[in-house]
């Protein structure tokens, strides 16, 4: 329970009064001038720019200290005059004549508490600790600030216009709503961000025409929690009806769906069962000819060993639209968030990424690889490690360094390092689980002295 209530003021062309002259005064007078109200500043003294603003008629400017009377008719009254007795006597009379005073600074003297505000336009945002924290207010405002762009402001606008052309046509209410969710999900913002407003306008029309045409976005989800997570991963979950996810997606990710969407776990943990790849295929084509937003959620990188590229061939093969958005790949996340570099100058320039698995590629390929690159990559690499490991020490040999890394960026990520003709043994004993990787190279050990100092993010 809050005891403050949030309300939107109309104050075009009413009447309120600022107490007081500094720039605090002025800041306030700002704000109600830009809501297109009637303003009157009473105060000795006053700063340069209010009586500029008095000079080019934007306020009155009353210029002597605040006098009992000089709230009567307002509808709104800003006391930042910073006189304790001016502060006094200004309450006394907002009780009397029910005006609704604010008083900067002085919580306890206040009807009213003002918001750190995100301007955009039409579009404002709010934001209020109930006075618990201006500061913690104004550092939200920053962020919303990054997130809410300029483009927002158009944005509103051409809703707005398009929102009033299809309530005069008496379209139903589902049919405009199809029409805004259509808009937000768009690419409308994106042009107006780039400056292009009459291409942002000729596809808020197609919009309009054909609000849902369905399509499929395949994003990466990183290797663990939401941190590390793209941007664009989170616009696209955040306006998906449906999320086809696979099983290693963290659910702090799946919590930044919409709450509207429908959220399907395809996957499979090592052994369990799994929707067959047709299945899913055919579950994205279904709901994108329905007229779907779909997201299908990979772990990593949805390229990265992920049948992302035969998903995008069975949705290009029906002339399904697909958006893909990378992801962070466990195949450099995994060594990174452990502190070891993939490559080092003057110890290792190439890397190469492989599968454990068989018809990934198999211990015949990864020897070859082995030998060519200075650091190995092995992915799926917990089951049979003890064949890989020497499948690769018998190339490398067996005091080539190694490390495991399970469960990279998420709370239960652990790490074994040792040589090859050990590893298998130590990730044994320290019985760790998928999804792991494995790294084999120098890059392992060199690094050991700058792992000490580094944690991750
Ligand atoms: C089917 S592959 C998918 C890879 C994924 N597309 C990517 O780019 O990270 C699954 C393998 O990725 C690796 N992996 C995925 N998440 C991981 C994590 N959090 N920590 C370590 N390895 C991970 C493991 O080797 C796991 O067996």
């Known amino acids: 329970m809050t005891r403050y209530f949030p309300v939107s003021l109309d104050l075009e062309d009413r009447p309120c009064v600022v107490l007081g002259g500094g720039p605090m005064a002025f800041e306030k007078a700002q704000g109600l001038l830009l809501a297109g109200a009637r303003v009157t500043v009473v105060a000795s003294g006053a700063a340069a720019e209010l009586r500029q603003a008095a ?89 919303l600030e990054r997130d809410l762009g300029a483009e927002w402001e158009p944005f509103v606008r051409l809703v707005g216009e398009v929102r009033r052309r299809l309530r005069e046509a008496g379209v139903p209410a589902a049919d ?40 499929v ?19 696209a979950l955040a306006g998906a009806d449906l999320v086809l996810h696979d099983a290693l997606v963290d659910p702090g990710v799946l919590e930044l769906a919409g709450p509207a969407a429908r959220v399907v776990d395809v996957g499979k943990r090592a052994g369990g069962r799994r929707v067959p790849q047709e299945r899913i295929d055919a579950m994205l084509l279904e709901a994108a000819a329905r007229g779907d937003e779909v997201v299908r959620l990979k772990g990593g990188d949805p ?33 990174t968030l452990a502190g070891i570099p993939l490559t080092l100058r ?52 067996p005091g080539r360094p190694a490390a495991v890394v399970a469960g990279a960026g998420t709370r239960r ?23 792991a990787t494995l790294v084999v190279g120098e890059v392992v050990a060199a690094a050991a002295a700058a792992r000490e100092l580094s944690r991750p993010a």
């Open 55 to 143: 000079g080019g008629g934007r306020l009155d400017l009353v210029e002597r200290d605040y006098l009992p009377g000089d709230l009567a008719g307002a509808w709104l009254a800003i006391d930042a005059s910073g006189s304790d007795e001016i502060n006094a006597a200004s309450r006394r009379e907002a009780a009397e004549r029910r005006v609704l005073l604010n008083v900067v600074d002085r919580a306890q003297l206040c009807d009213w508490i003002a918001p750190a505000i995100v301007r955009r336009g039409p579009l404002q945002v709010a934001v209020s600790t109930s006075g618990e924290s201006p500061f913690l207010a104004a550092a939200v405002r920053r962020r």
């Open 176 to 215: 405009q709503e199809a029409v805004f969710s259509g808009l937000l999900r768009s690419d409308v913002r994106r042009l107006l961000r780039e400056g292009d407003a009459e291409g942002a306008a000729a596809l808020a029309e197609e919009v309009v025409r054909r609000p849902r045409p369905g399509r």
């Open 217 to 235: 976005w395949l994003v990466g989800a990183g290797p663990g929690g939401a941190d590390l997570l793209t941007l664009a991963a989170r616009e």
């Open 303 to 335: 390229f990265v060993f992920g049948r992302g590229g035969e998903e995008l061939a069975a949705l290009a093969g029906a002339g399904i639209e697909v958006r893909l958005v990378p992801g962070v790949s466990s195949a450099t996340a995994a060594a």
């Open 346 to 397: 003057g110890v290792a320039s190439s890397v190469a990424f492989a599968t454990a698995r068989e018809r990934g590629g198999g211990p015949a390929d990864l020897a070859r690889l082995a030998a060519a690159a200075d650091t190995l990559v092995v992915l799926m690499a917990l089951d049979g490690l003890a064949a890989t490991a020497a499948a690769l020490a018998a190339v490398v040999g």
């Open 413 to 435: 990520q652990r790490v074994v390092r040792g040589e090859l003709g050990t590893i298998a043994a130590a990730c044994a004993a320290a019985a760790l689980e998928p999804p």
